[in-house]
């Protein structure tokens, strides 16, 4: 079955910089992948998401890029500012397949 | 609406209580799922319906009994439980099952003591 793996598990930056998560995933067949931020006690909340026939998506301060090939997906935040902390989260799931399996998560900090 | 609601927000139980968790969507989505989720830990998908039928019940102990009344609604009915399954209990909702975007509702903090 799939597994994905998620790096960094904590990424401490300062307010301004950039943040990379980067996850793989093992299943040639997933070709979903959304991205939640989780903040503390709260719901996880969609922040981006990406299907395997487009190899970058952009929205304002995030971006998520896609490679196939290599069967990774990375998530990039410019400007970071401190309501950017959070647990995020990725995920990979496909059509034929299972339901969302998740990465084990980035604690990200963003200090002023 | 594109909310998925949850009640209660929290709740505590013995373990000899019987209780619900309640979940409802009125986004016209036909799959709907049970998550189970520990601190900082990402979510464990315990139960998948898909058109109010269940899809995929993840080896959860019976103690934990799903139910989809309609296209809108999923409770979970709590009876017996144990410490450890004190979590964040969250539902959410897909236009369909598999390969499609989840919103989840703000869960049901649960404390089993």
């Known amino acids: 079955g799939e597994n994905v793996e998620q790096h960094p598990s904590t990424l401490s930056v300062q307010e301004g910089d950039s943040a990379v998560i980067k996850c793989t995933y093992s299943d040639s067949a997933s070709n979903y992948f959304p991205w939640y931020k989780q903040e503390l006690g709260k719901r996880p909340q969609l922040i981006i998401d990406i299907r395997s026939n487009v190899g970058e998506k952009k929205d304002q301060r995030i971006a998520v890029t896609l490679n196939k090939t290599a069967k990774h997906f990375s998530l990039h935040i410019t400007e970071t500012q401190p309501e950017d902390s959070a647990v995020y989260f990725c995920a990979a799931s496909n059509q034929a397949g299972t339901a969302l399996i998740f990465g084990k998560g980035t604690t990200l900090s963003v200090s002023s | 609406d594109t909310e998925v609601t949850q009640t209660p927000k929290h709740l505590v139980m013995g373990m000899t209580n019987k209780k619900s968790l309640k979940c409802e969507q009125h986004?016209?989505?036909?799959?709907m799922y049970w998550y189970k989720q520990k601190a900082k830990k990402p979510p464990e998908l315990m139960f998948v319906?898909?058109?109010?039928?269940?899809?995929i019940n993840e080896s959860v102990p019976s103690r934990f009994s799903p139910e989809c009344p309609n296209s809108s609604l999923l409770n979970l009915h709590l009876h017996a439980l144990q410490p450890e399954d004190s979590a964040l209990y969250l539902c959410?909702?897909?236009?369909?099952?598999?390969?499609?975007?989840?919103?989840f509702g703000p869960g049901t903090r649960l404390l089993v003591l």
């Open positions: 319906y898909s058109y109010e039928k269940l899809s």
């Open positions: 986004m016209g989505h036909r799959a």
């Open positions: 959410a909702s897909s236009q369909e099952y598999r390969g499609e975007t989840q919103y």
